[in-house]
């Protein structure tokens, strides 16, 4: 079942010594974040209304939750349980001085993905770029194929492939004229990994 969403304001004074935000505000932690403080930001989200992003709570998907909401963007994250890292996302979105709506759902499960993007919808009033980033892998040993399980397989394939399908499918409806969608990929799609055949045989 798809969880509450919560919004949360976080805002401290500006210490010159750390990283600072476009807004002003202090970031504690700049890898944490995933956006060097020397970026500024040129404002290219401005006005463009809310930009949703499936697997946001960490890794990838924070770092590009907050790079947009330094351009000008409220930001829907969309993670499956990671309570505390979704919360130090959305400080950081936060901290931009942008709005984080933070929904807890498994991506695999249809009826999760459409009602993330109406609660979006709900709370933003509008939808502009739908990110897909959510992806799961399983880390094996050295015996490829002959170590993952059929429920394996089909888990990874169903968050992975699945669920990009089913939220671009829920958000479609949404999207206006100049709208994007953004799916991202690991490099281990490129380069391979004989522990995470899974992952790249996709």
Known sequence: MIGEHHERTWATETAPSEPVSSAGTRIRNESEAGVPAAFSGRGQAEGQGGAHYSGGDSGIGRA???HMAREGADIAIVYLEEDDDAIETAKFVEAEGRRCLTISGDVSKEDVCKKAVSKIIEEFGHLNILINNAAEQHEK???GPLDITQEQLQRT????IFGYFYMTKAALEHLKEGAAIVNTTSVTAYKGNVELIDLFCH
């Open 64 to 66: 590009v939750a907050v």
């Open 141 to 143: 040993g050295g015996d």
């Open 157 to 160: 394939f169903q968050t992975n």
